[in-house]
Structure formats: structure tokens, C-alpha cells
């Protein structure tokens, strides 16, 4: 009888967790990505593939997509909190929780995704910003490419254009740099953005070209600059708890699954969606226009600049005295991690 009741709380168990007497695990991976896309399909679902393979079937992923185990600024903590084993999110919807690894998400840092999963993985795996992640087990971590600025009606040559336009920002960061542009930044998940822009509750984002395809944004706008001011950083991560539940080989199995190596291939998808996302763009007839060294741009160098060092600045102030330092770094990385 005891062991009937022993096996009962382990299959009902409320971490997601169900094992059965073939020593058979199922993880749930939530994340805010459409089912049918490539990052699901390509990222995500090969994951999920490869560790049942490899565990020859004693792990299962059980995939949540579009938000339905978790909304994307929750994300995070479920996984913390074991009401999802695995979570994919972007840092960025939980503001100032992962300060350090928002640097990554500066202009000029990285050029391209692959560059940018290289430099984050890195920063991780190096300690720089493992201190961020101590409640869950990270798993890999990447970045989307260079997300630029995208509008309906209004053309956007130069800051000033962006003058009392409501546009959906990426992150805390990325928003104080509209702010001081004239642009009223927003703030929402990607998968909400439709139908915002739809209602007209917003004229236009800030948005990498891979996302524009996979949330069919490109269906409504008409207007494209491309100046890369910011790149979203996304962890994949893990429950702790869910983690400790396996046997050794099964934590082997994920441990092998983790890494750089899945960074890199999930900075690959991304890339290769920019380029068919700004394809799309084009093949509509949209306009776009191209800012190729903001950095250095008399119009954009400013603002870009100007929100970086308050940005390092404001994390000073909160004690990250090693701030500058590990933005000096992830600079440091593009040569490594040229793509």
C-alpha cells in the first residue's frame, strides 16, 4: 500500500513532473512564440526531440506555446516557481531583474543573432552573469538579431520623426531611448502586438526582422529604419527542482543539451528569419531605410550613446560596480563571436 501511494504523489505531482514506473519523465516547456513557427519548430521542438532520442524516451517535452502556460513577463518565474519545468522568455519583460545581462541588449554590441547568442552564452558560461539565474537552471541563452523601428503610416528617417509616435518598446532600456527620441514608448508582449497595431492603439515598435515574420507583423506596416539600437536577449531555463528530480543520467542528458552549442543553433534560426522577414518586407513593395553606423551617425550617435551611459550609470548607482566592465567585455566578444 505504501508504495502505491508513493507512486500515486509522483504521477499527480503539482511541478509538472510525471513519472511513471518506467522511470518515464515529462517536462513542460512554456514559452510566447505561435506553435507553427520556425523558432518553435527549429529551436524548441528540435530541442525536444533530441533529449527524448538521447534519453531513449524516458524524457518527454510537452510544449506550451503562445503563452498558454505561462504569460511571457511570468514566464521567468514559473520556472523559478516549478509551475512550468522549462520556460523560454526574453529577460526584458521582467524589468531590472537581470541588469547585467540587459548590456548584452546595447547598441553596437552585436551585429547579427548568432554574434549576439555568442556573446551572451559567453557572459554566462564565463560567470560574469551567473549570479542572475541563481533561482533556475539555465539551459542555454541567445539573442534575437538587431530589432529596428517599423510603422504604419509615418516614414522615419531621423529622430525627429519619432516625435509623439506611440511605439511599442522592447524593454525598460530600449524605451528610455524613445523617451528621450520624442516617441512614446508602450509596453506589451510580442504576441499582443497584432492586434494593437490593428486598432490603431499604436503607430509602430521596435521589432528584429525575424519577429516581424513569425508574428505577421509585416502585414501591417509600411514603413522600415533600419538602425540597431537594441537586441533582445532570451534564456531558456530550467525548474531547479524539476533539474534535482532526475536521475544523474538524465541530468546528463540535459547537461549535454545545453550550452553554447544550442545557443549558437538558436541564434542560426533567428538570423536566417531576419533575412526572410526583411525578404517579406520587400517583396510587399514596403519602404525601408537603412542607418548603416549609428554609432557614428550625426542624426542617431546621441540618443544611442546617451542611453547607454545612463543606462551603466543607473546600474552603478544600484552597486553593479563591475557594470562598465562587463559592457567592455561583451565589446570585447564581437571579434570572438563574429558571425
Not at 552564452?121 to 523601428?149: C, K, N, R, W
Amino acid at each position: 500500500m505504501k508504495h502505491a501511494i508513493s507512486r500515486l504523489l509522483l504521477v499527480t505531482s503539482t511541478l509538472g513532473l510525471c513519472a511513471s514506473a518506467g522511470a518515464e519523465t515529462t517536462l513542460r516547456m512554456a514559452h510566447l512564440w505561435p506553435a507553427g513557427s520556425a523558432v518553435n519548430q527549429d529551436i524548441y521542438q528540435a530541442w525536444a526531440n533530441q533529449v527524448e532520442q538521447e534519453s531513449n524516451g524516458q524524457i518527454k517535452v510537452e510544449i506550451y506555446p503562445s503563452q498558454t502556460l505561462a504569460k511571457a513577463d511570468q514566464a521567468y518565474d514559473a520556472a523559478a516557481n516549478g509551475i512550468a519545468d522549462i520556460s523560454v522568455t526574453l529577460q526584458g519583460y521582467t524589468a531590472g531583474r537581470f541588469p547585467l545581462t540587459e548590456i548584452v541588449q546595447l547598441p553596437g554590441v552585436a551585429n547579427s543573432a548568432s554574434q549576439g547568442a555568442c556573446i551572451l552564452q559567453t557572459l554566462y558560461d564565463e560567470g560574469d552573469i551567473v549570479g542572475e539565474y541563481s533561482d533556475t537552471h539555465v539551459l542555454f541563452m541567445f539573442t534575437t538579431g538587431p530589432a529596428y523601428l517599423h510603422t504604419r503610416d509615418t516614414e522615419i528617417r531621423t529622430p525627429a520623426d519619432l516625435q509623439g509616435l506611440r511605439i511599442r518598446r522592447p524593454s525598460e532600456v530600449a524605451g528610455e531611448m524613445l523617451a528621450s527620441m520624442g516617441a512614446q514608448p508602450l509596453g506589451m508582449p510580442a504576441p499582443d502586438i497584432y492586434t494593437a497595431l490593428q486598432r490603431g492603439v499604436m503607430d509602430g515598435l521596435s521589432f528584429p526582422w525575424e519577429a516581424m515574420k513569425v508574428f505577421r507583423i509585416n502585414e501591417l506596416t509600411n514603413y522600415h529604419l533600419q538602425v540597431p539600437y537594441y537586441a533582445g536577449a532570451i534564456v531558456a531555463t530550467m525548474s531547479q527542482t524539476a533539474y534535482d528530480r532526475l536521475s544523474p543520467e538524465m541530468q546528463a542528458v540535459i547537461d549535454d543539451n545545453s550550452g553554447m552549442a544550442w545557443a549558437l543553433k538558436a541564434g542560426q534560426v533567428f538570423g536566417e528569419l531576419d533575412k526572410a522577414g526583411r525578404e517579406e518586407a520587400e517583396a510587399q513593395g514596403d519602404t525601408i531605410h537603412v542607418v548603416e553606423d549609428p554609432l557614428n551617425d550625426p542624426a542617431w550617435a546621441a540618443p544611442l550613446k546617451q542611453g547607454t551611459e545612463n543606462y551603466l550609470k543607473r546600474l552603478e548607482e544600484r552597486g553593479l560596480d563591475n557594470a562598465k566592465e562587463v559592457y567592455e567585455k561583451a565589446l570585447a566578444l564581437r571579434e570572438r563571436c563574429e558571425a
